[in-house]
């Protein structure tokens, strides 16, 4: 049975940096497209990030343009997203998932397979 694990979340202080990692144990998804989401407390789940199966195309929210980075190792069947500049407003539950068909997408319907999250909280 295939698991994505995230690791990496914590508490930092509003600009500050954090990099999660996404480890992915019983399948290869070195063919999956990968993508990060974000759930706040009493907010809808937000699309992140996504990156496609090679690496060759990133996606960004406009919230975390040119603050946050996606990046994976097929070799190593990983995922990460590089957060840097951090603001209170980044404060959530952050989740990794992969689509078997897809390029990157920031619609989460896409994604088939989700991790149990990582608690991110930026202090002001």
């Known amino acids: 049975q295939v698991q994505l694990v995230e690791s990496g979340g914590g508490l930092v202080q509003a600009g500050g940096s954090l990099r999660l990692s996404c480890a992915a144990s019983g399948r290869i998804v070195s063919n999956y497209a990968m993508g990060w989401f974000r759930q706040a407390p009493g907010k809808e789940r937000e699309f992140v990030a996504a990156i496609s199966w090679n690496g060759g195309s990133t996606y960004y929210a406009d919230s975390v343009k040119g603050r946050f980075t996606i990046s994976r190792d097929n070799a190593k069947n990983t995922v990460s997203l590089q957060m840097n500049s951090l603001k209170p407003e980044d404060t959530a539950v952050y989740y990794c998932?992969?689509?078997?068909?897809?390029?990157?997408?920031?619609?989460?319907?896409?994604?088939?397979?989700w991790g149990q999250g990582t608690q991110v909280t930026v202090s002001s």
């Open positions: 998932a992969a689509d078997r068909y897809g390029l990157g997408s920031p619609v989460d319907a896409r994604y088939e397979l």
